[in-house]
């Protein structure tokens, strides 16, 4: 058996668009699974594995020997904290398959995996829109006035001060940044992060009063001011915080004229960036119009579909067995069919796949479903190597002759 997982968007996506991956599976010989599917994990400094997005590929079910290679796509949602290489904050999609044990099924399944690492970008601070405005302070006879309270990296600050009382005034810029780690559930036990003091990013003082200004220039590597927060929605879940935030401030440092005591205060202040315009011009995978991984079905009308028809259902005490042919005019390679029943029209039972290599023009295949009390219909998923996706609802009551 051979996994092999690559995804379609070399190696990076935007918070708010999709990751798009390409699965292929190699059985050598005919296999049975529980599960497959992939997965988008993150890697930081939180004792708890974090999964922040799932796709299912393949249900519980038997597979002729022979390669199947199926496309899935990821959201990535707009609070998903993005890539922080500079706090361990990284990113894999990892594709998993699960199998029983083949010699002693009372031992623990195997899980096989196959991983990706994926840079997740932002298109912006998140603070862009916000309006600036002028900064006014007074305290123990020192006045500051700043023009502005947002900035971008690289650019000067200038701070114009009036004082009377002191004789040497100190301006730090300041950034205070960490990954946010919590569990409602267990207190601190998925925390392993370290509380970090506040870095300097820049610093200018002077004796000069009379001058009345100090310049404090924005690092052109400065990070931008966030806080990011994700939350699952998986209710075994619920009450899991996971983020990021980066905090910047100006911390005034002045010595009085007499008496030793110093005067100290912070002043908030915003660092943003300017939006990302770098897409390609030849494709855009992260286009807001692309919806899904690629389909040869996009914009094809409902007739060209028809490539399988069920020809008979038949059922006994135990199961159900469809009867299916390929009317199409391609031999079709690497097809699954998922079987789902409807219960009450409502209630979907648990799903039962079969994968066959190979599927010859006018050739029936004959799939099973076991049986369930009180189901109306079954729902019949079938896919192919060529990503062509067909759902077809079957009515149990109906004449499939």
């Given at each position: 058996m051979k996994l092999e997982l690559s995804d379609l968007n070399d190696g990076s996506v935007y918070v708010g668009e999709k990751l798009n991956v390409r699965t292929k599976f190699h059985f050598d010989e005919d296999t049975s699974i529980l599960w497959s599917g992939v997965r988008l994990l993150a890697h930081s400094p939180c004792l708890k594995e974090i999964q922040i997005a799932k796709s299912e590929i393949f249900s519980k079910g038997s597979f002729e020997a022979g390669e199947y290679y199926r496309d899935r796509a990821l959201l990535i949602n707009t609070n998903v904290v993005p890539t922080i290489k500079s706090r361990?904050?990284?990113?894999?999609?990892?594709?998993?398959?699960?199998?029983?044990?083949?010699?002693?099924?009372?031992?623990?399944?195997?899980?096989?995996?196959k991983t990706h690492e994926i840079f997740i970008k932002t298109k912006e601070s998140g603070t862009?829109?916000?309006?600036?405005?002028?900064?006014?302070?007074?305290?123990?006879?020192?006045n500051l006035m700043i023009s502005k309270d947002i900035f971008k990296p690289g650019e000067t600050i200038k701070i114009n001060f009036t004082s009377e009382v002191i004789k040497q005034i100190e301006i730090?810029?300041?950034?205070?940044?960490n990954v946010i780690c919590y569990c409602e559930a267990y207190g601190q036990n998925c925390r392993k992060v370290e509380e970090l003091p506040p870095a300097i990013a820049g610093d200018a003082k002077t004796s000069d009063i009379d001058k009345g200004y100090l310049l404090l220039k924005v690092p052109e590597i400065a990070e931008p001011t966030h806080n990011y927060l994700w939350e699952p929605k998986e209710k075994e879940n619920w009450g899991f915080n996971f983020g990021d935030y980066s905090k910047w401030f100006l911390q005034v440092l002045a010595k009085p004229k007499t008496g030793r005591e110093l005067i100290k205060?912070?002043?908030?202040?915003t660092i943003t960036s300017s939006p990302i315009t770098d897409k390609k011009e030849d494709i855009d995978l992260f286009s807001k119009a692309s919806g899904s991984a690629p389909s040869l079905f996009e914009g094809v009308s409902s007739k060209f579909q028809k490539i399988y028809k069920i020809v008979s259902i038949d059922s006994d005490l135990e199961k159900y067995r469809l009867r299916i042919k390929n009317i199409?005019?391609?031999?079709?390679?690497?097809?699954?069919?998922k079987l789902i029943g409807l219960q009450e029209a409502l209630f979907e039972s648990a799903p039962v796949i079969s994968g066959f290599k190979e599927w010859d023009v006018g050739e029936e295949k004959e799939v099973e479903y076991p049986s369930k009390q009180n189901i109306s219909a079954l729902i019949s998923i079938i896919e192919d190597n060529s990503q062509r996706s067909i759902r077809i609802q079957s009515p149990l009551s109906s004449d499939f002759f």
């Open positions: 361990n904050l990284n990113y894999e999609v990892q594709l998993t398959l699960r199998q029983p044990h083949p010699l002693n099924p009372e031992e623990d399944d195997l899980l096989i995996h862009l829109n916000k309006k600036p405005n002028p900064i006014s302070f007074s305290m123990s006879g020192l730090r810029l300041l950034q205070e940044a205060f912070d002043i908030p202040i199409s005019k391609d031999k079709l390679e690497g097809v699954t069919v």
